[in-house]
């Protein structure tokens, strides 16, 4: 199935005016403002006029049927609409088993819900592109993808100084260009692109990337990246927005956010998802915990002016994700 690309003119849905689609909840003015209302059906407006959930699942290093299953059934019930997932992830297969299985459970179908894959580095270069993306909607089980990303701005087995990296990743970017203006992908993006490599990329693209993932959070302010992102109407989402996968994260640890989580009577991980996502910022929690999937969800309270700026002003410069400046 081809998905018509929305324009200015072609955003409002024709079922009726309480429809609670994606597209509707973000033209209802539930995108515009980002406070305390509906958080977990929040939707943002893309460039092109494409809704994305503001909250996703991230489905990273979760693999094998037995643990996906139960999970993406749980974050459905809760309220999730967004899944995140990549070939690098090796879970395609059984993500797109699950949803299709479990969609019709919570009487939704497949234009309900917003789907993200993304480039493995190994499938940089025009032809390998557009196999990935082939591999990636047989895999999902799908005729069109939401989102699809470059995954990173290197290649496999390149080295991080050599040229041939922006060779390719142009090449990469021209051919998602032409899968996307034939209507198989609705949105295209990168993710782990640093300054330098946006506007490189921006100065010979047809089509600005739709969306930039990222590590974002209190404790890796990238804030010219997100000034730049705005100026050009890319919409900035996070990942690592917890801080590390282990058992005691720095991030959670915080005294700061502990603090703050405590006079709000939330958890830290919401605390840290609601500093983003008040903002504006897209989120991907991950969790293989089910009480911790419905609560990071569970966004639907105000920080104070003060306690974002004491959470944005935390003197705290770690990155717990890959370095991508390396990348040439």
């Known amino acids: 199935m081809e998905i018509q690309k929305q324009t200015e003119s072609s955003r409002v849905c024709m ?31 893309l460039s092109n006029g494409v809704s994305m959930p503001l909250v996703g699942y ?20 809760a309220g999730y609409r967004s899944f995140d997932t990549a070939a690098i992830y090796r879970n395609e297969c ?71 990296n922006r060779e390719l990743r142009s090449q990469s970017w021209e051919t998602l260009e032409k899968i996307y203006q034939a209507g198989k992908i609705r949105a295209i993006g990168v993710s782990n692109y640093t300054l330098p490599h ?10 600005i990337p739709h969306v930039n993932q990222v590590e974002y959070h209190p404790h890796y302010l990238q804030e010219e990246l997100k000034l730049y992102c705005e100026s050009q109407g890319i919409h900035l989402q996070a990942y690592s927005s917890l801080g590390t996968t282990v058992k005691e994260s720095p991030l959670l640890q915080d005294p700061v956010v502990a603090s703050v989580a405590t006079r709000c009577s939330v958890s830290p991980a919401q605390v840290l998802l609601r500093w983003a996502t008040q903002q504006g910022i897209g989120v991907l929690p991950k969790s293989t915990n089910q009480d911790h999937i419905r609560q990071n969800i569970q966004l639907d309270f105000e920080l104070s002016n003060e306690d974002m700026q004491s959470l944005s002003k935390l003197n705290v410069k770690q990155k717990y994700a890959w370095d991508p400046s390396v990348v040439f």
């Open 15 to 45: 079922r009726n005016q309480v429809c609670q689609c994606l597209p509707c909840l973000a033209i209802k003015g539930k995108v515009t403002s980002f406070g305390r209302r509906d958080v977990m059906q929040k939707a943002v407006l």
């Open 58 to 77: 991230g489905t990273y290093k979760i693999c094998g049927k037995d643990l996906i299953f139960p999970l993406i059934k749980a974050a459905l019930q």
């Open 94 to 164: 059984e993500i797109g088993e699950a949803l299709k299985h479990f969609l019709p459970e919570v009487n939704l179908k497949r234009e309900d819900i917003f789907i993200t894959s993304k480039l493995d580095p190994s499938d940089q270069g025009s032809e390998r592109c557009q196999q990935a993306v082939d591999n990636s909607l047989t895999a999902l089980q799908v005729d069109y993808l939401d989102l699809f990303l470059i995954h990173w701005p290197g290649v496999s087995k390149l080295k991080s100084s050599d040229p041939t």
């Open 198 to 207: 946006l506007t490189h990329l921006i100065g010979q693209a047809s089509v």
